[in-house]
């Protein structure tokens, strides 16, 4: 049998282990995967070169079809093509996803914008719960969820919350869930304010641990008790993880989504960085127990996997207004898979740990397994090759996002992706993105 393209002398890392491989590829598919060489019309060396499954990052903001000077479609997906992303999950809380309509807007928009596969995500929103089913069966991923009102997006307080996950319950629909509770956010922005203070240490005193704990501590019960399936987002402490896993121990059926920031950045620095440590939850490691617990939490399951919450904003963007003022959130497209590889040679993770938590695991949370997440025959060819020996520093000058800046610049990493590889196309080659916008939608979990 011939075969569109072949990868010969790679190492296929999958979650269960890695071996040295050749893999074949027809069709845009995987057919072949062994110790044979297929013959092909292509052939890309991989010896030396570790071979993971494409990176599958669910909770990415790009901004389009809304008004896009933070960041859009072709930017965002270069940025993730480049850095070894090949599907990724959207939403973006400037042109909320509501009802079926939205969606179908949003779909055909995009058609020819993106670099790499993409799911979609709604919103869900007080008072729209009836579009729960049809939002569900169109085909979005999950239902992005707040418990208090950010970024435009009203909160649901525990009645709406309820009412959504009951919804969901009933067509097995899943949600992601933002905890913080707006009771004690608000509160505290109303003493801080009083108070007079807009000095950057309001953050972590605003954004607060209470305000996490107290909404995941909700969040995960009321997940339970209506036999509904979530995600908590961005999880930013070990002892959020006691309360998510509380909860598991009684059925609940919840995962507890990691980000770069919370096993990378620090809670002091928003004191030196300001506005560019603005995300929220905001960081809250404060010494290196704390990044070694988060670390060995990922390890074991307990943090379900990785995603970067990109959120980009531009240095000038950062530089607009008061610390109450400016946007929140950070860019994390073009390092998120580099972090993780980087752990492993900080020997913080494995490779294995790599293509579970950036690869398999959120793609069969949101519907994309089995053609999304790993490198098996009849699953898409979408692949990452790493040279584990490269070194390197990331400086902001080769950030691709249209932030322009990393919180990480100056950090040097070892291993790098050195080729993306979308449905047996080349996507990004030798550092750069080739924008070929030949990325498609993917339908998430729900009846076609």
Not at 263 to 272: A, M, S, T
Request: hydrophobic share 40%; with cysteine.
């Amino acid at each position: 049998m011939s075969h569109d393209v072949s990868i010969l002398g790679g190492t296929i890392v999958s979650a269960r282990g890695r071996v040295r491989l050749n893999v074949g590829v027809t069709d845009g598919k995987i057919s072949y995967v062994g110790p044979e060489k297929p013959e092909s019309a292509k052939v890309i060396e991989a010896d030396g070169l570790m071979v993971l499954p494409g990176g599958v990052d669910t909770h990415v903001h790009l901004m389009d079809p809304s008004a896009t000077d933070r960041e859009d479609f072709p930017t965002g997906t270069a940025a993730a093509a480049r850095a070894g992303v090949t599907t990724i999950i959207e939403h973006t809380h400037a042109g909320p996803v509501r009802t079926v309509a939205d969606l179908e807007e949003k779909r055909e928009y995009l058609g020819g914008r993106s670099n790499v596969d993409f799911g979609l995500a709604a919103h869900a929103w007080p008072g729209f719960v009836e579009h729960v089913t049809p939002l569900w069966r169109a085909g979005i991923a999950f239902f992005k969820v707040f418990t208090c009102t950010t970024h435009g997006v009203p909160g649901h307080g525990p009645a709406d919350l309820n009412r959504h996950l009951a919804a969901t319950s009933d067509v097995g629909a899943r949600s992601l869930i933002h905890c913080e509770d707006e009771a004690l956010t608000e509160d505290a922005e109303a003493v801080l304010r009083g108070d007079g203070r807009d000095d950057y240490g309001i953050l972590p005193e605003w954004r607060n641990r209470d305000a996490e704990i107290v909404a995941t501590a909700v969040a995960a019960s009321l997940v339970r008790r209506n036999q509904a399936a979530a995600t908590l987002a961005h999880v930013s402490h070990p002892e959020v993880v006691s309360y998510i896993a509380a909860e598991r121990a009684r059925g609940a059926d919840i995962a507890a989504e990691a980000c770069p920031q919370y096993f990378l950045l620090r809670e002091e620095e928003i004191h030196e960085h300001g506005a560019l440590r603005k995300f929220t939850p905001p960081a809250r490691a404060r010494h290196r127990h704390d990044e070694d617990r988060m670390w060995e939490l990922l390890r074991d399951g307990e943090l379900s996997f990785i995603s970067s919450d990109h959120a980009p904003s531009t240095l000038e963007q950062k530089g607009c207004g008061s610390i109450w003022e400016v946007q929140f959130g950070l860019p994390g497209i073009d390092t998120t898979f580099p972090a993780l590889i980087d752990a492993v040679a900080r020997e913080q993770l494995a490779w294995e740990d790599v293509a579970r938590v950036y690869a398999e695991a959120p793609a069969r949370r949101y519907g994309l397994w089995p053609r999304k997440g790993a490198v098996r025959v009849g699953f898409d060819a979408d692949f990452a090759l790493v040279d584990p020996a490269a070194r390197w520093r990331l400086e902001n000058e080769a950030v691709v996002s249209k932030a322009g800046w990393s919180p990480y610049s100056g950090r040097d990493f070892q291993g790098r992706v050195v080729r993306t590889i979308l449905r047996g196309e080349t996507i990004a080659e030798d550092g750069k993105a080739l924008d070929r916008r030949g990325g498609a939608w993917v339908h998430g979990g729900g009846v076609v």
